[in-house]
T-cell receptor
């Protein structure tokens, strides 16, 4: 149980276009999902916290108009990178916290999406 | 400030040798700590958490509040243990604060 999927697993796009990444909890409901960036052999940098039915909370330094997050249901959150530029190329990872576990911080991670902006 | 420090970027040991991956934290309240592992080309997965006091794949970690540490240990490393290891601290709102990660390389 507690499987999180991401789609697509990799995407290549032209500079200036927008890219949408989906994060789904397959066998559980997730009231909270998190979006991270990861650079090669480096740590995960939290970008934003996504709560179902409300606006996402962005970490300091992350542009909310650049990285649009929508968490429309208990099993789906989307990250849209708008007007992508080469510096947005990265590995984007989502995670989900199971509903009903408000007192615990365990997260289940997706496999990540490799974004390359040409 | 809430912070997790993993001082070693790379740790290389021979198969059968003991291994210890260091993790220190800074947190004002009662900490909730985790170790996550990321094998090559795979997703991040939970290895263990301090509240469970369990041993997974031979790894253990003890929370030392006096030293604010949560070091990961294994008495006899195996080649399949080679991976990136991340120490993480549970924070408000369910957030996780990750350390920089330590790459463990176990040589035959």
């Amino acid at each position: 149980g507690a499987v999180v999927s991401q789609h697509p697993s990799w995407v290549i796009c032209k500079s200036g276009t927008s890219v949408k990444i989906e994060c789904r909890s397959l066998d559980f409901q997730a009231t909270t999902m998190f979006w991270y960036r990861q650079f090669p052999k480096q740590s995960l940098m939290l970008m934003a916290t996504s709560n179902e039915g409300s606006k996402a909370t962005y970490e300091q330094g992350v542009e909310k108009d650049k990285f649009l997050i929508n968490h429309a249901s208990l099993t789906l959150s989307t990250l849209t990178v708008t007007s992508a530029h080469p510096e947005d190329s990265s590995f984007y990872i989502c995670s989900a916290r199971r509903a009903g576990t408000s007192g615990r911080n365990e997260q289940f991670f997706g496999p990540g999406t490799r974004l390359t902006v040409l | 400030a809430q912070r997790v420090t993993q001082p070693e970027k790379l740790l290389s040991v021979f198969k059968g040798a003991p291994v210890e991956l260091k993790c220190n934290y800074s947190y004002s309240g009662s900490p909730e700590l985790f170790w996550y592992v990321q094998y090559s080309r795979q997703r991040l997965q939970l290895l263990l958490r301090h509240i469970s006091r369990e041993s997974i794949k031979g790894f253990t970690a003890d929370l030392n509040k006096g030293e604010t540490s949560f070091h990961l240990k294994k008495p006899f490393a195996q080649e399949e243990d080679s991976a990136m290891y991340y120490c993480a601290l549970g924070s408000q709102g369910g957030k996780l604060i990750f350390g920089q990660g330590t790459e463990l390389s176990v040589k035959p």
